[in-house]
């Protein structure tokens, strides 16, 4: 993995990287958590992920959870046009 000295740096590098050059695989999740060192997660966690959709499959998962009795808390990032907008 290519490392960067300042947030700048890696702004430029994101500019300049091509939508099919990027590994989209879920494995990179496993070796964050493998880094960060979580040895268990007390809840299960499902993570909805992907170019378009997201907000309805997690509002339908909402739904089907919250019939069958399940306690369900949902999080949805917010959307960003520019990486300083926030």
């Known amino acids: 993995m290519r490392k ?18 990027i590994d989209f695989k879920l494995e990179r999740i496993l070796s964050v958590y493998k880094k960060l060192n979580i040895s268990k997660i007390a809840n299960k966690i499902i993570t909805v992920a992907g170019t378009n959709g997201k907000g309805s499959t997690v ?21 960003i046009l520019r990486y300083n907008e926030r």
Request: glycine share 2%.
């Open 59 to 79: 509002s339908f998962l909402e739904s089907v959870l919250n019939e069958k009795k399940y306690h369900v808390g949902t999080f949805t990032s917010p959307h």
């Open 4 to 21: 960067f000295n300042t947030v700048d740096e890696w702004l430029d590098w994101q500019q300049t990287v091509h939508p099919l050059n």
